[in-house]
């Protein structure tokens, strides 16, 4: 259950300021959802090249997917060398050093949310932060990142419909042989991607869409269950709604997950009932 009586400054005193007034709607429904949750929230902050920003941010955004739930990314200002400083925001669960010893790229600072960042580097309140802090905790939301997420955004938007044929083309192989196991991992390599691309740059309803199919494919899995009949019809429904949301983003129209019939469909299959 959610905590609307608390302020979400007081849930999380380690947010840097202003933060909270550059988040969407849908961002800020998600940090109250984190502590009911059982999770933190995990603030990770780096540097990219600029010139390599794209590649860098898409591989650091692929590695954050597989140990989190993203909700935000925001840029803080530039480092001393002219280089973008770049904040995410995720919702998570593992150790801050077992985050810190997956991650590739450098430097990187991280810490949790829900400590106050006067107390954040104290051994005696949370494990210290592993690396440089890559920028003062006062920094302000530097608004120009605004162009370059709005930039970023409009390139997954204008990519994304490659990622719908793909997926098209996989069904079409697992319409034809349901034991096509390449055609099962790509249609979950896709959707685990979706899962966290998406949210990094505010499409919550794609990343709420992949984590439904990503979960439903591992429990078939886990299972050894044969793909049943009724999957191929429910994938093409949720391809449908995935093409259908970043139609509508591409025209300024959000639309949420729990507006699809497959979502809740997926969400049931999820809990073992089928569909």
Not at 84 to 89: I, Q, S
Not at 225 to 243: K, T, V
Request: charged content about 25%.
């Amino acid at each position: 259950m959610d905590q609307p009586d608390i302020p979400l400054s007081e849930i999380f005193p380690g947010l840097p300021p202003r933060v909270l007034d550059y988040l969407l709607d849908d961002q800020l429904a998600a940090l109250k959802r984190i502590p009911s949750a059982g999770q933190r929230l995990v603030l990770i902050e780096t540097i990219f090249d600029a010139n390599l920003f794209a590649t860098q941010a898409g591989k650091f955004t692929y590695e954050l997917a597989a140990m989190g739930r993203p909700i935000a990314t925001l840029g803080r200002g530039v480092a001393d060398d002219g280089r973008p400083r770049v904040l995410f925001l995720m919702a998570g669960v593992g150790p801050l050093e077992e985050l810190a010893g997956k991650l590739t790229h450098s430097p990187v600072s991280i810490r949790d949310a829900s400590i106050p960042v006067v107390l954040a580097a104290s051994p005696e309140v949370s494990r210290p932060i592993f690396a440089d802090p890559v920028v003062s905790p006062d920094q302000q939301i530097d608004e120009s990142f605004d162009k370059t997420l709005s930039g970023l955004r409009h390139l997954y938007i204008t990519e994304f419909p490659e990622r719908v044929e793909r997926l098209k083309r996989r069904l079409s192989e697992l319409d034809r042989d349901r034991s096509n196991g390449p055609a099962i991992e790509e249609i979950q390599r896709i959707s685990h991607s979706i899962r966290g691309s998406a949210g990094m740059y505010g499409f919550h309803s794609l990343s709420d869409l992949g984590e439904v199919m990503e979960e439903c494919l591992a429990s078939l899995r886990l299972a050894a269950r044969p793909m049943p009949d009724a999957f191929c019809p429910l994938c093409a429904a949720w391809i449908s709604a995935l093409a259908d949301i970043i139609d509508s983003a591409a025209h300024g129209v959000n639309k949420s997950a729990k507006d699809y019939d497959v979502y809740h469909r997926l969400k049931v299959w999820m809990k073992g009932t089928g569909s």
